[in-house]
């Protein structure tokens, strides 16, 4: 199974729209995850009208009917392995190991909030961090996530849009 995997677009701000690249990613994939800050419910019905079903949490600029529509986490079945999700992780000093915690029965996490991509491992357990592919901050590319989930693992890409 095919995950298109974007967090932070922080949509529509500024008139900004997801890169070309982005949005073919996320029609060619099995299903989306996004990991919160969409800002407005429209951005959710984009995302939805792009075909693969939607797995979004929310953040914390989501507007009020995201808040009451989202979840703050969510597990997703994929291929046999379990994906949490959750938009702050916290602090990255021991990220990994309360992530583990936390989501006990989860292959993976992905979460957003820093807009900097991260892809951490230990063992069969790993949290991923897109990055957001319309506002990098202090990220040096735009950038979004591919995971292939099989056979109860995660494989996750990072993927650059500019």
Request: aromatic content about 4%; overall charge neutral.
């Amino acid at each position: 199974m095919r995950l298109a995997i974007i967090s932070d677009t922080h949509m529509p701000r500024r008139a900004r729209a997801l890169p070309e690249e982005c949005v073919r990613r996320l029609r060619e994939a099995d299903a989306i995850l996004h990991a919160g800050d969409l800002m407005e419910l429209s951005v959710l019905a984009e995302l939805e009208a792009l075909g693969p079903p939607v797995h979004a949490v929310r953040g914390n600029v989501d507007s009020a009917e995201l808040q009451a529509r989202l979840p703050l986490t969510r597990v997703v079945e994929a291929g046999g392995a379990r994906v949490a999700m959750v938009h702050d992780a916290g602090p990255a000093d021991g990220r990994l190991s309360r992530m583990r915690r936390r989501f006990p029965d989860a292959h993976a996490v992905v979460f957003g909030h820093s807009h900097l991509p991260l892809l951490e491992q230990r063992d069969a357990f790993a949290i991923f961090n897109p990055g957001s592919p319309t506002e990098r901050r202090r990220a040096p590319r735009h950038t979004m996530g591919i995971a292939t989930a099989e056979d109860g693992a995660v494989r996750f890409e990072l993927v650059t849009l500019d």
